[in-house]
């Protein structure tokens, strides 16, 4: 293994850790060394999380909080600080997403993914930073409609381009303390609830929206934590504000796949 990628004795975090891009982003530090916690609000998922990662051999927690609750994000790094130490890597990536146009959706629909988006984000982050080891890297799990407009998805685009924007400002803030900030904007993910809830109801297999990525398929969820393993490397020591794509080059374009699918659903008989 590249001395780089080896994660032994460090100290790991993932909000919303206990599913899809997430939990493959914590498996991938559990296996190469890593004390690893990770934090969602149901049980079920967090043990059968803390299950498969506990197969890696190394130690880890798993917690029921929400992050939309500061009280409970901030019980996560007392457990955690006292039973692994600092934290070497934190990972905000808990989010809620579903299809609704503007004028169908409540106050209290796009206030529920602004809350768990963006306002969790600055809850995981304000409360973490005080835990964070020297050189720690933060990495916000944020999506191509933090930049680019899609229809059916005005809560979406609004929390996330807060993630972008907090990605930045905390760069500047705690690049003195020598913590680096960056944020990984995911495309279409296979086998993800993302993905599922973003495609379009007469095509569950995506067949239609994997052509509008230009490498002409989805991505792996291994994909994105490769990135995230390479983000809190020694390998990536200069980058910090920095907003990576990972999304085979095309979330211009595979955005419209989300517009084909709020589309038919918007159409299907109610
Ligand atoms: N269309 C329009 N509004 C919707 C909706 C939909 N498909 N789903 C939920 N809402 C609205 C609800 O009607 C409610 O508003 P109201 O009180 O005015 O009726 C509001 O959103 C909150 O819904 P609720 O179910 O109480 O929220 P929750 O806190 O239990 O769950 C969600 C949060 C809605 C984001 C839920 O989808 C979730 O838990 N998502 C996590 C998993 C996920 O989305 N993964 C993909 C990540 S990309
Ligand atoms: P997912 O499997 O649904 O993961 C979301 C996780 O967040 C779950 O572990 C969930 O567990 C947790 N969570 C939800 N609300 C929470 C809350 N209030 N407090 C704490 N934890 C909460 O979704 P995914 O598709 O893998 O997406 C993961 C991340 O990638 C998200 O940030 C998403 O925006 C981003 N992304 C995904 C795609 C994609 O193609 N899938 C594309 C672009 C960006 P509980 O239910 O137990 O809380």
Not at 83 to 96: Q, T, W
Request: hydrophobic content about 45%.
């Amino acid at each position: 293994m590249d001395i780089r990628f080896d994660f032994s004795g460090r100290t790991v975090v993932v909000f919303g850790g206990t599913s899809g891009i997430n939990l493959a982003i914590a498996e991938a530090f559990a296996a190469r060394g890593a004390a690893v916690a990770v934090a969602s609000r149901k049980q079920a998922n967090v043990d059968a999380a803390v299950q498969r990662l506990g197969a890696h051999g190394n130690p880890v927690r798993g917690f029921v909080a929400d992050v939309r609750d500061p009280g409970s994000v901030e019980a996560v790094f007392g457990a955690v600080r006292s039973e692994f130490g600092p934290v070497d890597v934190l990972v905000s990536g808990a989010a809620g997403n579903f299809l609704a146009e503007a004028n169908e959706l409540s106050s209290n629909g796009f206030k529920v993914v602004v809350d768990i988006d963006l306002n969790g984000t600055f809850h995981v982050l304000r409360a973490g930073f005080e835990h964070l080891a020297p050189g720690a890297s933060v990495i916000n799990i944020t999506a191509p409609q933090a930049v680019i407009p899609v229809r059916y998805q005005a809560h979406v685009c609004a929390a996330k381009a807060g993630v972008d924007q907090l990605t930045r400002v905390l760069a500047l803030e705690w690049g003195g303390k020598g913590i680096r900030v960056n944020a990984i904007a995911p495309g279409p993910i296979a086998g993800t609830e993302g993905l599922a809830r973003l495609s379009p109801g007469d095509d569950p297999d995506g067949d239609r929206s994997v052509k509008t990525v230009p490498l002409g398929r989805f991505g792996t969820k291994e994909e994105i934590a490769d990135l995230a393993m390479f983000l809190s490397s020694s390998a990536a020591a200069y980058i910090s504000g920095a907003v990576i794509p990972c999304d085979g080059g095309g979330s211009y374009e595979s955005v419209r796949g989300i517009e084909e699918a709020g589309r038919f659903l918007a159409s299907a008989p109610r």
